[in-house]
Nanobody, 115 residues
Framework: QVQLVESGGGLVQAGGSLRLSCAAS????????MGWYRQVPGKQRERVAS???????VYADSVKGRFTISRDNPKNTLYLQMFSLKAEDTAVYYC?????????WGQGTQVTVSS
């Protein structure tokens, strides 16, 4: 059974930083696409960043230059380093992994940025 477990969320002041981690219960080296999404109550879940097996990364315009996505294949872990956090970054952040057959999601971790 595939499990994705996020950690690293919390309360931080505007301008601060956090690093989110997503530990997978399976080997991720062969997984083409992994990413982070976020959601606030009443709004659709939005993509924050994606990373592909060749190292290509994609970011939402709202986080470009502030967030960095990375993956550590030997540790089966996905990361999201967040700098210069803003109040509008407040959301539940979800890790996702996409295989040839389906997508898996973690339970989410809350990030709250106080202004």
């Amino acid at each position: 059974q595939v499990q994705l477990v996020e950690s690293g969320g919390g309360l931080v002041q505007a301008g601060g930083s956090l690093r989110l981690s997503c530990a997978a219960s399976v080997t991720i080296a062969s997984i083409n696409a992994m990413g982070w999404y976020r959601q606030v109550p009443g709004k659709q879940r939005e993509r924050v960043a994606s990373i592909y097996s060749g190292g290509r990364t994609v970011y939402a315009d709202s986080v470009k230059g502030r967030f960095t996505i990375s993956r550590d294949n030997p540790k089966n872990t996905l990361y999201l380093q967040m700098f210069s956090l803003k109040a509008e970054d407040t959301a539940v952040y979800y890790c996702t992994m996409t295989t040839s057959y389906t997508s898996y999601w973690g339970q989410g971790t809350q990030v709250t940025v106080s202004s």
